[in-house]
């Protein structure tokens, strides 16, 4: 939608036949009146709505008067932050009388092409494992994955080649609360909850290899805070965020030592089977959650 705006605003320099039209109360008699109005300075106007969807009445009243939208030489930019239903007749009647682009997110084999093409700008290579950990820290989220990238070659200088302990020394795993309740399913040993979850993380685009890295990241978490309580030391002496601590601690009481050491030495199996081919990922996380 930014590049748009920005290429209208190369050509019109004042870009006076700009509008912009948001939301679920926007009046379609507003936007029609604009739409048939003349510029006087004879600019090809952009007209940008944004988040229509919801507005039931705005989209019945496009529809009714499509002759005389679509009769206009204007530009118009339908821009949906969310995911709209591909059922709805607003829907069909923009696919079949526009252009249109969906962006989604990168998969997983797309996304560790892009984290290479970007690293060799910078000339720099990334190991397989280092490549499969930072997706596991970030997910798909590009804008902080380009930033990760940026501070990883600063960090190493050109002509490197970035290792799995730079991406662990350099990398904060994304701490998502929803993780927290997948883990209370997998210590309750709530099995259909637990996929439940994992199933809405896949389904919402995260990488399986995110989920697999925060699972093993939480886990690992969770042995070490019992290890400091077992010797009597206080959980806050760790180098963990004092969030996760907190959220860390009541999850402790569902699991001896000898539980958390045999989940986490199976983590590490899984992980070594993933890298390896042996498995998918998403095998790899049903595996794991079934044999709890």
């Not at 009445?57 to 239903?85: A, M, N």
């Not at 927290?180 to 995260?206: P, S, V, Y």
């Amino acid at each position: 939608m930014n590049e748009f705006i920005a290429r209208y605003k190369d050509v019109h320099k004042e870009a006076l036949g700009l509008r912009r039209f948001e939301g679920k109360d926007l009046d379609f008699r507003d936007f029609r009146e604009e739409i048939e109005s003349t510029s006087i300075f004879g600019e090809r106007k952009l007209f940008i709505l944004e988040d229509v969807f919801s507005n039931q009445e705005f989209k019945d009243r496009f529809i009714k008067d499509k002759k005389r939208v679509l009769s206009s030489d204007s530009t118009i930019l339908v821009y949906e932050g969310g995911k709209p239903d591909k059922r709805d007749k607003f829907f069909r009647f923009l696919i079949k009388n526009s252009k249109s682009q969906e962006f989604g997110f990168l998969n997983e084999g797309q996304l560790e092409r892009w984290i290479v093409s970007e690293l060799s700008r910078y000339n720099i290579k990334i190991e397989q494992r280092a490549l499969s950990r930072l997706i596991g820290f970030v997910g798909v989220d590009l804008w902080r994955m380009a930033n990760e990238l940026r501070k990883l070659s600063s960090f190493k200088g050109e002509n490197s080649v970035v290792g799995e302990e730079d991406v662990r020394a350099l990398v904060s795993p994304k701490i998502d609360g929803d993780i927290f309740r997948t883990i209370n399913a997998i210590a309750e040993k709530d099995k259909k909850t637990a996929l439940g979850l994992l199933r809405a993380h896949l389904n919402a685009g995260e990488s399986p290899l995110y989920l697999f890295s925060m699972i093993d990241f939480q886990f690992r978490n969770l042995l070490l805070l019992k290890d400091l309580l077992e010797r009597g030391l206080p959980p806050y002496s760790s180098d963990l965020h004092p969030y996760a601590i907190k959220k860390n601690l009541p999850l402790l009481r569902k699991f001896t030592s000898g539980q958390l050491k045999k989940i986490y030495r199976r983590l590490f199996e899984l992980d070594l089977e993933i890298k390896s081919g042996k498995i998918n990922p998403e095998l790899g996380l049903d595996l794991f959650v079934t044999e709890i």
